[in-house]
């Protein structure tokens, strides 16, 4: 996979990474839902699912729920970047989704700021405010 990511939107733009595997559409579903609540209509935020497994029609169903004029909701499938690679490192019981975030700056490089979140949260205020949190010099928080 050399295709490169690019922003959704071009102004006021926020990014938002999570993975999430198909028996855990309804988790990310709700969790979408709460972004989508206390989004700012001042802000755009262009939100990247990792999976590997979801259908088509799986995939277009949340797009139409949950894409907006300044929201937008995209499936990308990471896999290229772990051909070859043993992800069972620590525990079996881990789904290879878990480790997708591990990809994103790659899948990801034309994005200054990316916020990933797992998706067992429901987010209570505007997203927007993780990203003015300083972070000096730090790549991950």
């Not at 929201?71 to 019981?93: A, K, Q």
Request: glycine fraction near 0%.
């Amino acid at each position: 996979m050399n295709e490169k990511i690019l922003p959704a939107f071009e102004n006021n733009s926020y990014a938002i990474a999570c993975s999430s595997s198909v028996e855990y559409a309804p988790y990310l579903s709700v969790y979408l839902q709460s972004i989508k609540e206390h989004a700012s209509k001042d802000n755009t935020y262009d939100v990247i699912v990792f999976e590997s497994s979801w259908s088509e029609t799986l995939r277009k169903k949340f797009k139409t729920f949950f894409n907006a004029s300044n929201f937008s909701v995209r499936f990308i499938n990471p896999e290229p970047f772990f051909d070859g690679i043993d992800l069972y490192i620590t525990h079996s019981y881990f789904k290879r989704e878990c480790y997708y975030r591990l990809a994103a700056p790659l899948i990801l490089s034309c994005y200054k700021k990316i916020v990933i979140t797992d998706i067992d949260i429901i987010v209570l205020k505007d997203i927007e405010e993780i990203f003015h949190i300083n972070m000096d010099f730090n790549c991950v928080a």
